[in-house]
């Protein structure tokens, strides 16, 4: 079974930081890409960040870009997401993924992912 635990959300203000942490277990995590989503309430779930297996090839979508980073650790079967320059529109649920397949190509697409954590809120006072 996989499973992913998320933890370190809470609540911040406008230009605070915060940092995500996501432990695997279940799968084979050093040939697998892990992202970050989040989800708003009303919203869809939206593709924040990801990272392809080795690490080397971060990605951040345009909304955060400069402001989070992903990175992981294989040794320790985690993957991580540094929020820095919150606002308030960074509130929603958090979301720790893993893709269904190893060496996914389609990792910058919500599409390969089939593994999900359960949540970790994080609330951005203005």
């Known amino acids: 079974q996989v499973h992913l635990v998320e933890s370190g959300g809470g609540l911040a203000q406008a230009g605070g930081s915060l940092r995500l942490s996501c432990a695997a277990s279940?799968?084979?995590?050093?040939?697998?890409?892990m992202g970050w989503f989040r989800q708003a309430p009303g919203e869809e779930r939206e593709l924040v960040a990801a990272?392809?297996?080795?690490?080397?090839?971060?990605y951040s979508t345009d909304s955060v870009e400069g402001r989070f980073t992903i990175s992981r650790d294989n040794a320790k079967n985690s993957v991580y997401l540094e929020m820095n320059s919150l606002k308030p529109e960074d509130t929603a649920v958090y979301y720790c993924a893993a893709t269904a397949s190893q060496f996914d190509s389609r990792w910058r697409n919500k599409v390969a992912y089939g593994h999900w954590g359960q949540g970790t809120q994080v609330t951005v006072s203005s």
């Open positions: 279940g799968l084979l995590f050093r040939t697998t890409a």
């Open positions: 990272v392809e297996w080795t690490g080397i090839r971060p």
